[in-house]
């Protein structure tokens, strides 16, 4: 009888050690998942964009005027 007390006082114990340590783990995850987010978002913000030429036709007014010329070539309005 007094094993079984024991075992039952050690279960319990254990449980209310356990709860709140996975509360704390749950917590930081969420945490890290936000940082995570964030994170992505500013990497979004730094890659480039790629346009097809289609693209670059039409935002240059099929390249009607020109500004000038750089070291890689001419510079267009758009």
Known sequence: CLAA???????????????????LVQGLLQKMDACHSVHQQKLRSLTTTRYTYNDIIRMTSKFKCQLGQGGLGNVYKG
């Open 5 to 23: 007390v024991g075992s039952l006082l050690t279960a319990c114990l254990l449980f209310s050690l356990v709860d709140p340590f996975g509360f």
